[in-house]
């Protein structure tokens, strides 16, 4: 298994500028998961998804910040317009029950808001 | 709710030297407890987990955590670290009763293996 799939993994864009971060689950994980992770505050979740259909949104900082999951296999994060505060560490993760609750996480999409 | 207090931020310890990092959480229910590490530039990895049964768990590098209930505590320890092993660990903790599988992950400890 290719294990979680992000991409891409640096992106550098000026303020104001739509971003979109994108997943790869692994199969057959039926619950997928995006955080952020900064210097000041650390790894925090943003939202996630379970069966495709999103559960929790409460960590989504702003309406600025979107997801979406059309299918099992993709995800998509988008932030527009992007401000340089967004900068930081995007990750992605999947699971499923048999799991036992072990997230499996991504590399990250490092992103740069100028 | 649950919250994860991980106490130092920062561990700065000799090779082969043995190390301890702190993790204590609060919780209202029974919990699942994890360790992840974070290399430079990479995703997390899952080092450690406690489910149930023994309360001392042995995970991937040598490295181990003891489970004690009455201090709310998860520590991990290493007899005898190695260069390698520098990197950024997380403790996280997720409820029995979470059909969501969430985690909360504590604020993370660097790890600097110093030669």
């Known amino acids: 298994d290719a294990g979680v799939i992000q991409s891409p993994r640096h992106e550098v864009t000026e303020m104001g500028q739509e971003v979109t971060l994108r997943c790869k689950p692994i199969?057959?994980?039926?619950?997928l998961f995006w955080y952020r992770q900064t210097m000041m505050r650390g790894l925090e979740l943003l939202i996630y998804?379970?069966?495709?259909?999103?559960?929790?949104d409460s960590g989504m900082p702003e309406d600025r910040f979107s997801a979406k999951m059309p299918n099992a296999s993709f995800s998509t994060l988008k932030i527009q317009p992007s401000e340089p505060r967004d900068s930081a560490v995007y990750f992605c993760a999947s699971t499923d029950t048999g799991s036992r609750q072990r997230q499996y996480f991504g590399p990250g999409t490092r992103l740069t808001v100028l | 709710a649950q919250s994860v207090t991980q106490l130092d931020s920062q561990v700065p310890v000799f090779e082969e030297a043995p190390v301890e990092l702190r993790c204590n959480y609060s919780s209202s229910v029974s919990v699942y407890l994890f360790w992840y590490v974070q290399y430079p530039n990479q995703g997390l990895q899952l080092l450690l987990k406690?489910?149930?049964?023994?309360?001392l768990v042995k995970g991937i590098n040598g490295f181990e955590a003891e489970f004690n209930k009455s201090q709310t505590s998860f520590h991990l320890r290493k007899p005898s670290v190695h260069i390698s092993d520098t990197a950024e660990y997380f403790c996280?903790?997720?409820?029995?009763?979470?059909?969501?599988?969430?985690?909360?992950f504590g604020g993370g400890t660097r790890l600097m293996v110093k030669p």
């Open positions: 199969s057959g994980h039926d619950y």
């Open positions: 406690y489910l149930s049964g023994s309360t």
């Open positions: 996280a903790v997720s409820d029995l009763d979470n059909a969501g599988n969430m985690l909360t």
């Open positions: 998804f379970n069966n495709n259909v999103p559960i929790d």
